[in-house]
């Protein structure tokens, strides 16, 4: 038995070296985007390897998967803006206002600039950010899976 978690430790610290390098990168470090996916091939912190795609992706929709994991173990300001952003640029906009609604609700400091957007004025014909609106119903935890 102590062999096995001598060798279980030794596994889970091997394995998080995989992500670790992704948010405190050496000096010879490969580039984000390959740190990332070796992260997400990581057996126990993958969901961090999730975080970091989604959160610095300039379209976080092009990063969906990256969703279905990371906000069930790591749900901040970040990745909440993220995966609102990443609702509304696939057209679920009312889900996308909901995650914003959730958002506002706890007026964290990282969240001013994102809804700074809806202080400025919008161009006649265009509308208004999604963060800007709310949402149009209630969703729970199951419309986000």
């Given at each position: 038995?102590?062999?096995?978690l001598?060798?279980?430790s030794a596994a889970?610290?091997?394995?998080?070296?995989r992500?670790?390098v992704?948010?405190?990168?050496?000096?010879?470090?490969?580039?984000l985007?390959?740190r990332?996916?070796?992260g997400?091939?990581s057996?126990?912190?993958?969901h961090?390897?999730?975080?970091?795609?989604?959160?610095?992706?300039?379209?976080?929709s092009?990063?969906?998967?990256?969703?279905?994991?990371?906000?069930h173990?790591l749900?901040?300001?970040?990745?909440?803006?993220?995966w609102?952003?990443?609702?509304d640029?696939?057209?679920?906009?009312?889900?996308?206002?909901?995650?914003?609604?959730?958002?506002r609700?706890?007026r964290?400091?990282?969240?001013?600039d994102?809804?700074?957007e809806?202080?400025k004025?919008?161009p006649?014909g265009a509308?208004?950010?999604?963060q800007?609106?709310?949402?149009?119903?209630?969703y729970?935890?199951?419309d986000?899976?």
């Amino acid at each position: 038995m102590a062999t096995l978690l001598t060798f279980g430790s030794a596994a889970s610290v091997i394995d998080y070296r995989r992500v670790s390098v992704i948010f405190a990168p050496p000096a010879n470090a490969t580039p984000l985007a390959q740190r990332i996916a070796e992260g997400q091939r990581s057996w126990f912190f993958a969901h961090h390897a999730d975080y970091a795609a989604a959160t610095t992706a300039q379209h976080p929709s092009q990063q969906m998967a990256a969703f279905e994991r990371a906000p069930h173990y790591l749900l901040d300001t970040r990745i909440m803006m993220a995966w609102a952003t990443a609702l509304d640029e696939i057209g679920e906009t009312d889900k996308a206002r909901h995650l914003a609604d959730r958002l506002r609700e706890f007026r964290n400091a990282l969240s001013v600039d994102f809804f700074a957007e809806c202080d400025k004025p919008v161009p006649e014909g265009a509308k208004k950010p999604f963060q800007c609106e709310p949402a149009k119903q209630r969703y729970d935890y199951r419309d986000f899976r």
